[in-house]
């Protein structure tokens, strides 16, 4: 039994098979409709969510399959106490595969460790986002046509950012793929993916608070929101929620064909104005969500077409 707990736990090659996977899927949308017939998808949310519960349930319900779960914390036997180990014991009990997002970092990795059935971690605290990556990935495939060679920005809260943390790690695991990190000073990458994969892999890659320079560079801006929910005080968080903002000003300085990406969701970072121009890519980037995390069930279940 798999679970994908970080983006770590696939390969090279595992990736190039899901997205793989996901092209096929989005070509021939049919030929996948009962592959998930009679198995169940359940989603363990203690965290807020869009698109990462509703991407996980429209796959399971496109494969064939079937959805059950919460969507809050409030809503299940956490509240009257229970365990995340006894609370995915049970869920196995009813479901063949489980998507658990939590605020504590390690809590998807716990569960596994106990869980009959394959865990997917979709987020856990400020750590790491794997199925995000997935999408991200996807989307920078099928934009840019590699995943090598580029130059990457990532602009934002780098620290709280789970998505940050699992992209930096992924893009590593390509040749000549150089990372331009832009954030205030108090929200800079923690050291662990500074020393564990920037220094350790010997990338090459600098920290700017100039995001002009930046933007005349980068192949790919990957742009995020200010964790909100992850600081202690709010007065830090307002001094810092609108650090970069792009707008169709800064935009002037992005090159043709620079691939602008968001996992969103959009506080402020990004103007909406920008939304109109080619380069913006965020909302494909929502679409192709869904059939990544197609292809993931289909693998972790050991479905073929
Ligand atoms: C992200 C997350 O939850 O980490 N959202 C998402 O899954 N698409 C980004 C965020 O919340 O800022």
């Given at each position: 039994m798999r679970h994908l707990i970080d983006i770590k736990d696939l390969s090279v090659e595992e990736i190039k098979g899901l997205i793989d996977t996901a092209n096929d899927i989005i070509e021939n949308r049919a030929a996948y409709s009962?592959?998930?017939?009679?198995k169940k998808l359940a989603t363990l949310f203690f965290e807020p969510s869009t698109r990462t519960r509703l991407s996980f349930e429209a796959a399971m319900w496109e494969l064939g399959g079937s959805v059950l779960g919460f969507s809050?914390?409030?809503?299940?036997?956490t509240s009257k106490g229970e365990s995340v180990t006894d609370t995915v014991r049970t869920v196995g009990c009813y479901a063949d595969i489980i998507a658990m997002r939590h605020p504590k970092e390690g809590a998807p990795l716990l569960a596994s460790l106990s869980s009959t059935v394959p865990i997917i971690n979709a987020g856990d605290g400020g750590h790491s986002h794997p199925t995000q990556t997935l999408t991200d990935l996807l989307t920078i495939m099928r934009e840019k046509g590699r995943l090598d060679n580029m130059t990457v920005a990532l602009c934002g809260d780098l620290k709280f950012g789970r998505t940050v943390h699992s992209l930096i790690s992924a893009m590593?695991?390509?040749?000549?793929v150089k990372f331009i990190l832009i954030s205030p000073e108090e929200l800079k990458v923690p050291n662990y993916i500074r020393q564990d994969v920037l220094e350790k892999k010997n990338l090459e890659w600098y920290e700017t608070d100039n995001m002009e320079n930046a933007l005349g560079e980068a192949d790919v801006l990957y742009m995020t929101r200010v964790q909100r929910e992850r600081f202690f005080n709010e007065a830090d968080y307002l001094r810092l929620k609108d650090s970069f903002i792009l707008d169709t000003e800064k935009m002037k300085y992005a090159k043709p064909d620079t691939t602008i990406l968001h996992?969103?969701?959009?506080?402020?970072?990004?103007?909406?104005?920008?939304?109109?121009?080619?380069?913006?890519?965020y909302f494909k980037q929502v679409e192709n969500g869904k059939f990544i995390r197609m292809a993931l069930i289909m693998m972790l279940l050991g479905v073929t077409k």
């Open positions: 009962e592959v998930c017939k009679g809050s914390a409030d809503a299940s036997s590593s695991f390509y040749d000549n996992p969103l969701p959009r506080v402020n970072e990004i103007s909406v104005k920008v939304d109109e121009d080619p380069r913006a890519c």
